[in-house]
């Protein structure tokens, strides 16, 4: 594998240079952690992982489709900006990985081919955080590992390769593994849908839809109409969750997860279980943001290791 040095005391000056040429959005912390466009290097916060996920870069909580106006329609033109996210954690490499598999309208994808991801090794893993038990990959376009007074850079791509050509080639290969204190250690749970020790987390469940919000691979949403009285306006597709009941409500009123027990568990087993049916890869990249997020502190990878005694 390629690597590059780049000395800690360049840092600075390396990524203001990007933002001379790019867009960069990198991780800050404002009320929340989140990412965001920064206009210089000491923006960034690397300390703890984001609360909010980079989903919201690609699929926005609310995002205009098209606008009409008397019968005609008006397309909206796909963002081409040429953007850079620096400071990625492994997790959140991975779940576009799941999201490309879904999201595939020209919006979502033209963002995703403008912009270079560059990710960051992750030192200091949340007590949340069980992403080693996820089987995650290798994708980024960089990825940097401190180590002493440099960053080693790992290329993996034409796109990063770019970036960084005039960069020394490293003298040795960097490669670090992220050090969880959290582990999924059963993730054989086909067979324990009706398994008695949910109901404990299902009682604390309140369908808030918290889990989903943060979590970096749920994609679900709705599609709206929002009319003007001069016949014009705009289809909208807009963020929600399959925790609240009226998201699988159909005409007449029937929702087909009535249940509060039947949505938490559809989200579990939608992570753990179908989506590694359909595409064989699992769709939860253990970054535990629905662990920390949740109001009531429901640990459902605790649960779940307490089935069949945690043996995988």
Same mark, same amino acid.
């Given at each position: 594998?390629?690597?590059? *040095?780049?000395?800690?005391?360049?840092?600075?000056?390396?990524?203001?240079?990007? &933002?001379? +040429?790019?867009?960069?959005?990198?991780?800050?912390?404002?009320?929340?952690?989140?990412?965001?466009? &920064?206009?210089?290097?000491?923006? *960034?916060?690397?300390?703890?992982?984001?609360?909010?996920?980079?989903?919201?870069?690609?699929?926005?909580?609310?995002?205009?489709?098209?606008?009409?106006?008397?019968?005609?329609?008006? /397309?909206?033109?796909?963002?081409?900006?040429?953007? &850079?996210? %620096?400071?990625? @954690? #492994?997790?959140?490499?991975?779940?576009?990985?799941?999201?490309?598999?879904? $999201?595939? !309208?020209?919006?979502? +994808?033209?963002?995703?081919?403008?912009?270079?991801?560059?990710?960051?090794?992750? !030192?200091?893993?949340?007590?949340?955080?069980?992403?080693?038990? $996820?089987?995650?990959?290798?994708?980024?376009?960089?990825?940097?590992?401190?180590?002493?007074?440099?960053?080693?850079?790992?290329?993996?791509?034409?796109?990063?390769?770019?970036?960084?050509?005039?960069? #020394?080639?490293?003298?040795?290969?960097?490669? +670090?593994?992220?050090?969880?204190?959290?582990?999924?250690?059963?993730?054989?749970?086909?067979?324990?849908?009706?398994?008695?020790?949910?109901? /404990?987390?299902?009682?604390?469940?309140?369908?808030?839809?918290?889990?989903?919000?943060?979590?970096?691979?749920?994609?679900?949403?709705? *599609?709206?109409?929002?009319?003007?009285?001069?016949?014009?306006?705009? @289809?909208?597709? *807009?963020?929600?969750?399959?925790?609240?009941?009226?998201?699988?409500?159909?005409?007449?009123?029937?929702?087909? =997860?009535?249940? =509060?027990?039947?949505?938490?568990?559809? %989200?579990?087993?939608?992570?753990?279980?179908?989506?590694?049916?359909?595409?064989?890869?699992? $769709?939860?990249?253990?970054?535990? @943001?629905?662990?920390?997020?949740?109001?009531?502190?429901?640990?459902?990878?605790?649960?779940?290791?307490?089935?069949?005694?945690? +043996?995988?």
């Amino acid at each position: 594998m390629v690597q590059k *040095i780049l000395q800690k005391k360049e840092f600075d000056n390396f990524i203001n240079q990007l &933002i001379k +040429k790019y867009e960069v959005v990198a991780p800050i912390k404002d009320k929340i952690t989140k990412f965001s466009k &920064i206009k210089n290097s000491k923006e *960034i916060y690397l300390d703890d992982n984001t609360l909010v996920p980079l989903k919201q870069l690609f699929m926005p909580e609310k995002e205009v489709l098209f606008e009409f106006k008397k019968g005609k329609i008006k /397309k909206i033109k796909p963002d081409s900006t040429k953007r &850079i996210v %620096f400071g990625i @954690r #492994k997790c959140d490499l991975n779940s576009l990985l799941i999201l490309d598999k879904v $999201m595939f !309208d020209p919006l979502y +994808k033209s963002k995703r081919e403008n912009t270079v991801l560059i990710g960051m090794f992750c !030192d200091n893993p949340s007590e949340y955080c069980f992403c080693n038990s $996820m089987e995650l990959v290798d994708y980024y376009d960089l990825y940097f590992y401190p180590e002493g007074d440099k960053y080693y850079i790992s290329v993996g791509s034409k796109k990063g390769e770019f970036l960084v050509k005039g960069l #020394k080639d490293a003298d040795k290969e960097v490669k +670090k593994e992220i050090k969880n204190t959290k582990q999924l250690k059963n993730k054989d749970i086909y067979k324990e849908y009706m398994n008695p020790l949910w109901n /404990k987390d299902i009682e604390k469940c309140l369908s808030c839809g918290a889990c989903t919000i943060y979590c970096p691979t749920c994609n679900c949403f709705d *599609i709206r109409d929002e009319d003007n009285l001069d016949k014009s306006g705009k @289809r909208v597709r *807009i963020q929600t969750s399959c925790q609240l009941k009226s998201f699988s409500e159909v005409a007449g009123g029937k929702s087909f =997860r009535d249940s =509060r027990a039947s949505r938490f568990k559809h %989200f579990v087993y939608h992570k753990i279980v179908f989506y590694k049916n359909k595409f064989n890869k699992y $769709m939860c990249v253990g970054c535990g @943001r629905c662990l920390k997020a949740c109001p009531p502190k429901i640990d459902w990878v605790e649960t779940i290791n307490q089935m069949n005694g945690g +043996k995988k």
